[in-house]
C-alpha cells in the first residue's frame, strides 16, 4: 500500500510541474533599417517599382499609417542595355501602396534582360532580371463544387488545363480580376506554381480567388466570406497566367512560407535579387497571357 501510495504521489507531482507556466524569452534579432524593393516588368508594359521602409516586428502598420514607410524621394533607372528610362513617382491606382515609380520608355519583352538601379539614401541598389517566354494555357473552364452562403447559388472554382513544355523550371505566377468587380488584379490563392512534378506533362489544376484589400484590411467585410473564394454565376473572370524565372519564384516562396504573422510560427530569410547594403526585396520580370471565363 506505501509502495502504491508512492507512485501515486509522484505521478502528482510530475502532473503539477510538468503543468506550470514557463517563461518564455524570445530572442528577437535587433531591428536593423532596411529598403524593401518590389518591382517588376511585365511584357507589354512599363515597368512598376514601389520602395519602402522596413518596419519591426512588433510594430503596428496598417491603412491609416502605410504611408509614412513610402519611400519618395528616390532617383529609380531601369536599363535594358541600350536605352536608360528614369522612372517617374505617380499614384499607384488600387494598388498596396498608393504610389510607385513607373518606367517611361522601355517596355518589356519577352526573352530580354532587364537592370534596375535605385539610388537613395546615399546608397546604390541594383538587381538584374529576365523576362521569360509564356506558352499560354490550353483551356480554361468553371465548375460548381459548393453552394453560396447567402444566395443559395452554385459556386465554384476555374480549372485550367496546361500543356508543360519538356524542359524543367517552367514557373509562374496568377492573378485574377473579377471584371466589375476587382479594380485591380490580385494574386490567386497558391499563386506561385513550378513544373517540378508535372515537367512535360498535360495536365489540369484549379484556381480559387484570395482575400481582396477590403477583405484583407476592413473588418465588416472580412468578418464571413460568403462566395468562400469561389467564382459565382454571372461573373467575367479575367486569369493572368504569368511566366516567371526562377530567382521571382523563389522569392514569392519564401513570403508565403513567412506569412504566418506570430513569433511562435516556422520562417525562413526571404529570398531576394536586391544588391547593395540595407536593400532587400525582388526586381522580377513577367511575361504576361490572359485569358477570360464567364461564369453561366
Request: charged share 20%; hydrophobic share 35%; with cysteine.
Amino acid at each position: 500500500m506505501k509502495k502504491f501510495m508512492h507512485h501515486i504521489l509522484m505521478i502528482l507531482a510530475f502532473a503539477l510541474t510538468g503543468g506550470c507556466e514557463s517563461e518564455i524569452d524570445l530572442d528577437i534579432d535587433a531591428f536593423e533599417d532596411r529598403i524593401v524593393v518590389e518591382g517588376y516588368i511585365t511584357s507589354g508594359q512599363y515597368a512598376r517599382v514601389s520602395l519602402t521602409r522596413n518596419v519591426g516586428f512588433f510594430d503596428p502598420i496598417d491603412l491609416t499609417n502605410v504611408e509614412d514607410f513610402i519611400i519618395e524621394d528616390a532617383i529609380v533607372v531601369i536599363t535594358d542595355g541600350t536605352i536608360r528610362d528614369t522612372c517617374i513617382f505617380d499614384l499607384n491606382e488600387g494598388y498596396l501602396p498608393p504610389v510607385a515609380y513607373f518606367g517611361q520608355e522601355i517596355i518589356g519583352q519577352e526573352n530580354r534582360r532587364y537592370d534596375l538601379e535605385v539610388y537613395v539614401d546615399g546608397k546604390v541598389l541594383t538587381a538584374t532580371t529576365l523576362i521569360p517566354r509564356v506558352q499560354p494555357l490550353d483551356s480554361l473552364w468553371w465548375f460548381p463544387d459548393a453552394v453560396h452562403l447567402e444566395t443559395g447559388d452554385s459556386i465554384g472554382p476555374i480549372y485550367y488545363q496546361f500543356s508543360d513544355p519538356d524542359t524543367l523550371g517552367n514557373n509562374h505566377r496568377l492573378a485574377y480580376q473579377r471584371i466589375g468587380i476587382d479594380d485591380i488584379p490580385y494574386a490567386t490563392s497558391g499563386a506561385t506554381r513550378t513544373d517540378r512534378l508535372v515537367n512535360g506533362l498535360t495536365y489540369e489544376s484549379t484556381v480559387y480567388r484570395s482575400r481582396t484589400y477590403a477583405e484583407r484590411y476592413d473588418s465588416s467585410v472580412s468578418e464571413e466570406i460568403p462566395d468562400q473564394f469561389r467564382f459565382v454565376p454571372g461573373q467575367t473572370v479575367a486569369l493572368y497566367w504569368n511566366a516567371i524565372d526562377p530567382v521571382t519564384y523563389e522569392f514569392w516562396q519564401s513570403t508565403r512560407n513567412n506569412e504566418a504573422s506570430d513569433a511562435f510560427s516556422p520562417s525562413q530569410n526571404l529570398a531576394s535579387n536586391i544588391q547593395g547594403e540595407g536593400g532587400i526585396g525582388i526586381w522580377g520580370g513577367y511575361a504576361e497571357s490572359i485569358d477570360t471565363v464567364y461564369i453561366p
